[in-house]
């Protein structure tokens, strides 16, 4: 079963990331990365990190979509359909990636990955809470606290970059 | 670890997504086209994070969080980023990547 | 403080005073003072040297001091000085000197002006003091960059172009000679022991002749093209051209000896199998730029365009007589660069003043002025004849010694190369002789000329004191002869050694 | 006897020099005055010397001393080779000075009355010091190199005096011509020094022509180009003396210096300076005759060539002053032969006395022609001849002093000219027959030019005068007739008794077989000229028109000049000095610039890689990921 719902997935991300990023359409373009993002934080749910893929689900799929689509609506017309992309540039971005697919996957493919250790732990939330606020060695609180600052610090650098500035603009 | 999957298949899917992620943000003339393929990137790369913690190192969590980590950053980027698109449509109505070529010389 | 340091001193105060000066007559009073005090430093220098040399110290190198200031690469701010170093500091003292009385009405940004000047003379009396090779580069450095701003600034012409021009020839040469100085560097102890770039340590080793053959070049063409090299010596008409009266003076004056003195004290002197072995290449050079900065002069229409390719064809001639490789014509070359550099600085300091009242340097429409500034034109003249080396003047001095001493050199080659160069004392005096026909002689072509007024005061007093020195050298030639003979022993032990296979065949 | 206080003959004019120079402008008149009263002491600082040398303390056993008055160390190159400035003095050093000091003397007192109403007045009398001071030095040189520097200085003085009217463009490219003209036989010299010092290591005279010195007795074996290395020297050597003695080819600066005021030329170009030449073969003379017997051939016949070339060309010329520069160029032929011809010791050394007493009384009529020739300008303002006539009638002093000049160049006897030319031509005969003859049919046109131009200014028709000409003052009469007395009677002095080459006093006497003829020849040369000019008569014209060609040809100086005009304006200007200021600017230059616009070329190329195109950023990023994987993954790894 779990197969099976693993490749589904696996499809819809491969399918659809391919559409997002060869959509004429931008609001489809973002609808198609909405389905990559949510067969992600599926593919995290077999893995059975279910904080993940709820997090994946709410600030991906969530707010950054939901982001993405306000801006197309703020900055583009629903209907325009993108040019086509001039087949040299296509050929060349897209020979260029193929290479690096089988460079990487060459790679990946012939290397003898360990196996893994048996005492799997247990991911619930009483140990993601802990984990994220401890200081001991497997503790995150440095990583945490630093994200928060950068947190606002982007909050702040985006309102006062998306503002507008008097009368001296436009 | 899911049972009868191997790692290799994930890691798989992963760089494809990855590289169509780069072929996007190569292809695409609109910012936010281009700015949905840098996401597009990311997943991928918190794909892996994920599964190596999963397949490798059952007994730690580094992989977990670093996803959870690099969603937060991803989250704050975008904001960022829609903010620079958004100011960059007002200069140059238009947020077509070539027009804002300034930056040059 | 001891001697040679306050060289060093002397004019970097003077520019800090500059810094507080409120007006233009604060400024000019203050660097005149300053360089009055530079020049009874040097006199004092002098009578200190011979003292010493009088009292039975026979080190190559008197008023030696060592300090390591940049530990771990052993840069050394090593200063000494012997009877050529004496001559040059004299020189400089006497140019920058008189320098300040040329620029006396200066009055754009005036505190500017002297205060690059004065950095620029604080380079080449640094330059001429050290002994260690990176100090000495970092002196030349200091030399030739406030020259970019002296000629970009307070240039006439093209300024901005021969400013370019002039810093970026320079900065080429400099960069090999970089190359060149840090290949002597690390050859410094073969041995294994701490490298150095002190040049006395240097002399001591002995440089594999193949790293020599590399090297060699590199520092002599670096030094020479400062030194005005054919072919690298295009950047000196254009600057002089365009560069303001007091900065020629430095320039062709000092400066330009700078490159042959380091070819001299570097080049030559460390790496002299290789000075014995290439010598006939850069002979050849140096014997086409004598005779074709010659013929260059004689059709140019500037002024200071004649000066700069008469300047091309004497330190040319200064470069011969080092690459003579026998102590008469480098004695020769030696005096010569005194020689040259007062002259030189005469000629520019008249084509100065008198642009100053014809507005113009184009010598077709002026003349007659012998009528209307006696004094300046009557200075011309003994300029003029200095130049083109008539006895009693400096310039013969020098001239006669490097050739009586290249005809040493028992060979073909060597003797046409004389002969060549020789016949440019003829080619000295049609275009010395042109210019004074029609500038000085001749009828007054303009009427506005007679209003003209003759020297004034400042004027006289910096043309006053190089008219003595070149009559000096010129009338009494033993005492700077002897100062540098006395000094050449050693360097030229050191060269002719290492040239003993190649010079056998020579008896002299 | 100590002769040290020679060097003030030497010194003295210098301070005058410098003292006029310097602070002449103050008193300007006085200068005169003042250089005068220095030449004065000169002039009799020298006879005395003369005196002194001849008679009292330059003998010893029969032979002259060359003694040194006194030397000092001025410049040492290496150990063997230094300059000494010094005085030394031998029978023509010491001639020398007698004959420099008269003429100049007697220049400076003319000059009171020619020159006062001059507005450089000062400046003529310092610039006369100068050209004394370097003479003096000149002659009493103990060196090969004092002597060129003086020789130098000569130049110089030469120049400054002959562009002395500055303002005049003629005056000023005289003095140009002249001064490079010599500058580039100096070259010559100089390259003679340099060789003949290199192979016997000194400068020294008395080293250099003693018998068993490096230069004769040990001559270096070389040779090049089929002559021995001295006689390369020598000749090179000679290129100087021939420069400033204007021998052909390189006469073309004399006639024009002519420019200068009249005294100078008297001073400079008749009687002093242009016979340097002459003085620095003979003292050079042993090794000429001894180790360069072929350069002193070739003395010879140039100094016939120039002395037949140059008499030519004084028959048809119209200016005063430039007749006799001709004759001065011939004159100095002669001497120029005399040395030639002239063998070393006893009677064989005739050649050699005759060249320095022609020399000597050569100097005196010489003076004396030009003197005159000035007070007759002074009078008629005037240098050209078709503007003068009959003024025997108004300028009687300088009438009668002129003829006696005439007679004495023409070669009348009893005038100095008669017995110095006729030892030449004794030596002549004796040494080479093609010479002699040659000099015989000089002497003839000599004679003819001369009185020709005598004839043309003091008889000949009488042209209107603007005002009428009267005679010079005494400042400039007396000088006159100072120098006629010399010009009658320096021919008495019995030359071989003083002056020989081996120092040696011998006898001479007067071969009638060679004397009688040239007196005819000359008495010849003026009755035709008496014929045609006495009176204003149409033969000149008639056989002007008859000889067309050639006598345009030679009043065109045979074109010399235009030679040297396209050598050096068409030739040395125009294909050498042009092109190379063009290639320099061009060539060089442009090959510097070339750099730069290298640099910027490229720059402008490259920065087109800064597109500003995002895309194009992260193609060449990924692409060189890509490639940096693909090197290190699996090609090198």
């Not at chain 4, 050209?131 to 002597?147: D, E, H, K, R, S």
């Not at chain 4, 001073?267 to 017997?293: D, E, N």
């Not at chain 4, 070739?298 to 037949?308: D, K, N, P, R």
């Amino acid at each position: 079963m779990n197969v099976v719902i693993f490749y589904t997935f696996a499809a819809i991300i491969l399918l659809f990331s391919l559409l997002a990023v060869t959509s004429r359409k931008i609001l489809h373009a973002a609808v198609f990365l909405l389905f990559v993002l949510i067969s992600t934080s599926g593919l995290y749910f077999l893995l059975e990190y279910y904080f993940l893929a709820a997090v994946q689900l709410t600030l991906y799929a969530g707010g950054i979509v939901v982001l993405i689509v306000f801006s197309i609506l703020l900055t583009s017309g629903i209907d325009d359909r993108f040019p086509l992309v001039k087949p040299l540039k296509a050929a060349a971005s897209g020979g260029l990636a193929i290479l690096g697919i089988v460079l990487a996957l060459a790679a990946v493919l012939r290397f003898p990955f360990a196996a893994a250790s048996s005492n799997a732990l247990v991911v619930d939330m009483k140990t993601i809470g802990r984990s994220l606020l401890s200081y001991d060695v497997n503790g995150y609180v440095l990583p945490f606290e630093a994200i928060s600052i950068l947190l606002l610090a982007a909050m702040i650098a985006a309102i006062v970059v998306a503002k507008k500035k008097g009368e001296k603009q436009s | 670890m899911i049972a009868g999957i191997p790692l290799t298949h994930f890691l798989i899917v992963s760089t494809i997504m990855f590289f169509i992620g780069i072929y996007g943000f190569m292809v695409r003339k609109n910012l936010i086209t281009m700015l949905m393929s840098i996401e597009l990137i990311l997943n991928s790369v918190n794909i892996n994070f994920v599964v190596f913690n999963k397949y490798l190192y059952p007994h730690q969590l580094h992989g977990h969080f670093f996803s959870i980590f690099v969603i937060a950053v991803a989250a704050a980027e975008a904001a960022v980023a829609i903010a620079i698109i958004i100011n960059v449509y007002r200069r140059f109505n238009s947020i077509d990547v070539e027009q804002a070529s300034d930056m040059k010389y | 403080m001891d001697i040679l340091t306050l060289f060093v001193v002397i004019p970097t105060l003077t520019v800090f005073a500059i810094m507080f000066a409120k007006n233009l007559e604060q400024t000019r009073m203050i660097s005149a003072v300053g360089m009055t005090a530079q020049l009874i430093n040097a006199v004092r220098l002098i009578i200190a040297y011979y003292d010493e040399r009088n009292a039975g110290n026979t080190a190559d190198f008197l008023f030696q001091k060592t300090y390591v200031w940049f530990d771990s690469l052993n840069i050394e701010y090593a200063i000494g000085i012997d009877g050529i170093g004496v001559a040059m500091i004299a020189l400089t003292a006497v140019i920058i000197f008189t320098g300040v009385f040329a620029s006396w009405t200066m009055e754009d940004l005036p505190k500017e002006f002297f205060i690059s000047l004065i950095i620029l003379a604080t380079g080449v009396f640094g330059f001429f003091i050290s002994l260690d090779l990176f100090t000495m580069f970092l002196f030349y450095e200091v030399a030739v960059i406030p020259m970019y701003l002296l000629i970009g600034i307070w240039g006439s012409g093209p300024k901005e172009y021969s400013a370019m021009k002039l810093t970026l020839m320079l900065m080429g040469g400099s960069a090999v000679l970089m190359v060149g100085l840090i290949g002597l560097y690390f050859y410094s102890a073969p041995d294994g022991g701490e490298l150095t770039f002190n040049v006395i340590e240097i002399a001591k080793v002995h440089m594999p002749i193949e790293a020599q053959r590399f090297f060699f070049p590199l520092t002599f063409v670096g030094f020479g093209v400062l030194g005005a090299l054919f072919p690298f010596h295009t950047w000196s008409p254009d600057g002089h051209a365009s560069a303001p009266t007091a900065v020629s003076m430095l320039h062709a004056g000092v400066l330009m000896k700078l490159g042959s003195y380091g070819a001299f004290r570097v080049a030559m002197y460390l790496m002299p199998e290789a000075a014995n072995e290439m010598s006939w290449f850069f002979l050849i050079l140096v014997t086409v730029s004598v005779v074709y900065g010659a013929f260059g002069a004689v059709m140019q229409k500037d002024l200071k365009y004649i000066n700069a390719y008469s300047s091309v064809s004497h330190c040319g001639l200064i470069l011969f007589g080092l690459l003579m490789l026998n102590k008469t014509a480098i004695d020769g070359a030696i005096i010569q660069m005194i020689s040259h550099g007062i002259m030189t600085a005469l000629f520019f300091a008249l084509i100065g003043m008198i642009y100053g009242r014809t507005h113009t340097r184009l010598i077709h429409e002026m003349g007659g002025l012998l009528k209307v500034m006696p004094f300046l034109s009557a200075a011309y003249v003994i300029a003029g004849l200095a130049s083109l080396g008539l006895p009693g003047l400096s310039g013969f001095v020098a001239e006669m010694t490097i050739f009586v001493g290249a005809f040493q050199q028992n060979d073909l080659f060597h003797r046409v190369a004389t002969v060549i160069a020789a016949s440019s004392i003829v080619i000295t005096a049609v275009y010395i002789l042109r210019v004074v026909g029609i500038l000085l002689q001749g009828p007054i072509k303009n009427d506005k000329y007679f209003k003209l007024s003759d020297a004034t005061w400042f004027e006289r007093v910096a043309v006053i004191t190089l008219i003595v020195g070149i009559a000096g050298i010129g009338m009494f030639p033993y005492f700077l002869s002897d100062l540098i003979m006395d000094s050449l022993h050693p360097i030229m032990d050191h060269i002719i050694e290492a040239g003993k296979p190649a010079l056998s065949q020579v008896s002299l | 006897m100590d002769f040290s206080y020679t060097i003030w003959i030497i010194l003295v004019p210098f301070f005058m020099f410098l003292l006029i120079g310097l602070t002449g402008h103050w008193y300007k008149k006085a200068a005169g005055l003042l250089g005068t009263a220095g030449l004065a002491f000169v002039f009799l600082a020298s006879y005395y010397t003369a005196y002194k040398y001849f008679f009292e303390a330059g003998k010893v056993d029969g032979v002259y001393q060359q003694i040194i008055g006194y030397k000092l160390l001025w410049l040492s190159f290496t150990d063997k080779l230094t300059i000494d400035l010094g005085v030394m003095l031998d029978p023509i050093s010491v001639m020398m000075l007698v004959v420099v000091s008269t003429v100049s003397f007697m220049v400076h007192i003319y000059s009171l009355g020619y020159m006062k109403e001059e507005a450089g007045f000062y400046r003529f009398y310092a610039f006369l010091s100068l050209f004394t001071f370097a003479m003096m030095g000149l002659v009493v040189a103990t060196n090969i190199f004092q002597m060129y520097i003086f020789w130098e200085l000569v130049g110089v003085s030469s120049y400054l005096l002959i562009g002395f009217y500055y303002d005049r463009p003629s005056a000023v490219s005289a003095s140009k011509k002249a001064f490079i003209v010599t500058r580039f036989a100096d070259l010559g010299f100089l390259i003679g020094i340099l060789i003949l010092s290199y192979y016997t290591q000194t400068f020294d005279f008395q080293i250099i022509t003693s018998q068993n010195g490096p230069a004769i007795a040990g001559a270096p074996a070389q040779t090049f180009m089929g002559f021995s290395i001295l006689t390369w020297a020598m000749l090179l050597i000679f290129m100087g003396g021939a420069g400033k003695s204007a021998m052909f080819p390189l006469h073309i600066w004399l006639p024009d210096a002519m420019e200068g005021p009249t005294p100078v030329s008297a001073l400079i170009h008749a009687a002093t300076m242009v016979v340097a030449g002459v003085y620095l073969v003979a003292r050079l003379f042993p090794i000429y005759s001894f180790a360069a017997p072929d350069a002193l051939t070739f003395i010879g016949y140039l100094g016939a060539f120039t002395s037949l070339f140059a008499a030519i060309i004084a028959m048809t010329q119209f200016d005063i002053k430039r007749v006799l520069a001709f004759s001065t160029l011939s004159q100095i032929g002669y001497m120029m032969l005399a040395l030639g011809v002239s063998g070393y010791g006893e009677h064989n050394g005739l050649g050699y006395t005759a060249s320095m007493f022609h020399l000597f009384t050569h100097a005196m009529f010489k003076a004396l022609l030009f003197l005159g020739a000035g007070a007759v300008i002074h009078a008629v303002h005037s240098n050209f001849t078709y503007e003068m006539g009959g003024l025997r009638k108004y300028l009687k002093i300088t009438h009668i002093t002129f003829l006696v000049a005439v007679l004495a160049i023409a070669g009348i006897p009893p005038f100095a000219g008669f017995w110095s030319k006729d030892e030449i031509l004794v030596a002549a005969w004796e040494h080479n027959k093609l010479l002699f003859w040659v000099e015989y049919l000089v002497a003839g046109i000599t004679a003819f030019y001369m009185s020709r131009l005598y004839f043309l200014i003091f008889w000949n028709k009488t042209p209107h005068y603007h005002h009428t000409p009267h005679e010079a003052p005494l400042v400039m009469t007396g000088p006159l007739m100072f120098l006629a007395l010399m010009a009658i009677f320096a021919g008495l002095i019995p030359f071989s008794e003083f002056v020989s080459p081996d120092l040696t006093p011998y006898h001479t006497h007067l071969h009638y077989n060679i004397a009688i003829p040239s007196v005819l020849i000359a008495l010849l040369g003026i009755g035709v000229a008496a014929a045609f000019y006495l009176k204003e008569t149409s033969y000149p014209d008639k056989i002007t028109a008859a000889l067309k060609g050639l006598y345009k040809a030679t009043y065109n100086k045979f074109y010399i000049d235009e030679v040297y005009m396209f050598v050096t304006h068409k030739i040395i200007f125009g294909l050498i000095s042009k092109p190379i200021a063009w290639f320099d600017r061009q060539v060089i230059d442009g090959t510097m610039n070339l750099f730069g616009i290298g640099t910027l070329w490229a720059s402008r190329k490259t920065k087109g890689l800064q597109s500003g195109q995002l895309q194009q950023y992260a193609f060449a990023f990924v692409a060189g990921a890509v490639i940096l994987v693909l090197s290190f993954v699996y090609i090198w790894a």
